[in-house]
């Protein structure tokens, strides 16, 4: 099998050899860059399996690369990992909210995040299975997997991919109570080793999209979620 093809995008030269050293230790091939237009370029171009994508750019700052990346068909499905000094709830949903993978805070250490690079690309391989391919119609929503999308009376959400997925798992089996660790394994990946936390995240991120239909997502405290059962 080929080497993974990673993208690495962080403007401190010193940190970005450490990561460059890291992950070609690890087998990986990588390419570097410390602009944010010159990783979308790149990321078009070359078509790398992950991004490691810095959050503190200069000029086009990771969140805005990591909203183009996923508005852009060539780039949309590349998976991405957020690099960043801030570790304050509201910059990770807003990380997670337009469409990163998963996110390290700095200072990364060389064994965390070379083993969140293979989880992350473990799950990719993973989400390539396909879905199953049933329509659901719930409490108000139409989950297509077939096209992927989420619908809302006339209105399509933007859901990003692990959005999709959490949403499709949780309406599959409505009243079913799903811990946070099942959550990981049916919507994010089997074997990943993300933070369960993560999922809080991405739920809370899932539920302001949906809006006026956020309470169909239920929290059972101490264990997980559901969806609504309204039957």
Known sequence: MAAAKL?????DPDLL??????LQREGYETIETGDGEEALRLARRQGP???VLDVMLPGLDGIEVCRR??????????????????AEESDVVLGLGVGADDYVCKPARPRELAARVKALLRRARAAEQPLGDRILARGGLVIDPIRFEVRAGEKRLELTPTEFRLLQTLAGSPGRVFRRAELLDYAVGVGVTVDERNIDTHVKSLRKKLGEHAGLI?????????FRDDD
């Open 69 to 86: 990346l996923r508005a852009d068909p060539a780039t949309s499905g590349v998976v991405v990992l957020m690099l960043t000094a801030r």
């Open 49 to 51: 399996d992950l991004i």
């Open 17 to 22: 050899e450490v990561l460059r050293l890291t």
């Open 218 to 226: 239920q929290t059972v405290r101490g264990v997980g979620y559901r």
């Open 7 to 11: 993208l690495l995008v962080e403007d």
